[in-house]
């Protein structure tokens, strides 16, 4: 399955990759996570036929052990409480392999639509360390490389760091040249991000809420500052498949509409 879902991801992103035309310059407001998974397979080895028979286990390397991923159909990609595909669907997938240390390394894609640009895919690399403290402490701080093929001009980094302590959350995101305009950007954004108890959820299990405020700090040449919003039910179906509905909005300031104001939307998305 693992195999299937690396196969559909790449080419996904080569088919887009081929198709993109040379871009003039956008802006973009940027986005991220992922999980990962490490089993081992054992192995037994017969020793030498002059020797009486027995058995050795030991634990065996395989790369798709540590490989993790997705891939998402939604209604709309909205990231920061702004559309990055003018309110159309978009298609997602994203890979991740973890070392047993907790670094990981990421690559997120999805197709985009600006209205000032012809750039038709976002891929994002990403690299990053994600712990647990104790029971109920995780925190992920990682560097992401925002990369629209077609239209490089626009490409950045940005520092990201993301804090759970049970059902709280809370994030600061730094970028020194956001939107490569030469100017910074702050984010920080912080909710709750909890697991519904089955009796308060018309008995249905796995249902997660997440609300969150954010704020987007920009320097003059990025745009201007707002005020995000963000509210979204999660419902695991299954150990692989889950839906989303959400809400975003902002304060009005990057006066964008109607890209920035009410949005609705619904995900379905398999995991690997």
Not at 95 to 108: D, E, K, S
Not at 155 to 172: D, H, S, V
Request: proline residues 3%; aromatic residues 14%.
């Amino acid at each position: 399955m693992k195999k299937v879902f690396i196969i559909l991801f790449f080419s996904t992103i080569m088919t887009s990759l081929v198709s993109t035309q040379a871009a003039t310059i956008c802006k973009k407001d940027p986005k991220k996570h992922k999980r990962y998974c490490k089993t081992y397979d054992d192995k037994k080895e017969i020793t030498l036929a002059a020797q009486p028979e027995s058995t050795k286990t030991h634990k065996e390397f395989n790369f798709f052990d540590n490989v993790s991923g997705s891939m998402a159909l939604t209604t709309n990609y909205v990231f920061r409480g702004l559309s990055q595909t003018a309110n159309l669907p978009a298609v997602q997938g994203s890979l991740t392999y973890t070392f047993p240390v907790g670094l990981y390394l990421n690559a997120w894609a999805s197709n985009v639509k600006f209205t000032d640009s012809t750039a038709s895919i976002e891929i994002d690399t990403i690299i990053g360390i994600r712990r647990s403290i104790g029971e109920n402490f995780t925190y992920d701080i990682n560097l992401d490389r925002y990369n629209y093929p077609g239209a490089s001009a626009t490409a950045y980094n940005e520092l990201n760091t993301l804090f759970n302590y049970r059902f709280l959350q809370a994030g600061i995101s730094y970028s020194s040249n956001v939107y490569n305009s030469h100017t910074a950007g702050t984010y920080f954004n912080g909710g709750i991000n909890y697991q519904i108890p089955q009796k308060f959820a018309f008995n249905l299990e796995n249902v997660t809420i997440i609300a969150l405020i954010g704020r987007y700090d920009l320097g003059g040449a990025a745009g201007n500052s707002y005020t995000d919003y963000n509210v979204a039910l999660n419902k695991k179906l299954s150990d692989i498949y889950s839906i989303g509905f959400q809400w975003a909005s902002t304060n009005g300031q990057t006066r964008n509409r109607p890209y920035d104001r009410d949005l609705f939307i619904g995900t379905i998305s398999a995991n690997f």
